[in-house]
């Protein structure tokens, strides 16, 4: 089993920056890749960003390229997501997954993000 644990959300203002973190733990040595999925109120859930646990590639989702950052700690076990020029319409739920060949089979609990002023 798999263990995902998110921290790093809150409010902050429209061109601000906040930084979530996903430490993983128990037995992951069958995910390749970690990431973060986001869900705002009535939509469905997306895709934000992606790294791979092997060559460290990473993938984004349009709407944020430029934008957010990956990355990973290998050591500690733990995937960051560097978020700067938040805009109000990134306010949402960031979920952390860890995937399983192409599924995305293990999910955090889920931190709530508003951007706002």
């Known amino acids: 089993q798999v263990q995902l644990v998110e921290s790093g959300g809150g409010l902050v203002q429209p061109g601000g920056s906040l930084r979530l973190s996903c430490a993983a733990s128990g037995s992951i040595f069958s995910i390749n890749a970690m990431g973060w999925h986001r869900q705002a109120p009535g939509k469905e859930r997306e895709l934000v960003a992606t790294i791979t646990s092997g060559g460290g590639r990473t993938n984004y989702a349009d709407s944020v390229k430029g934008r957010f950052a990956i990355s990973r700690d290998n050591a500690k076990n733990t995937v960051y997501l560097q978020m700067n020029s938040l805009k109000p319409e990134d306010t949402a739920v960031y979920y952390c997954?860890?995937?399983?060949?192409?599924?995305?089979?293990?999910w955090g609990q889920g931190t709530q993000v508003t951007v706002s002023s």
């Open positions: 997954h860890g995937r399983v060949g192409y599924e995305y089979v293990y």
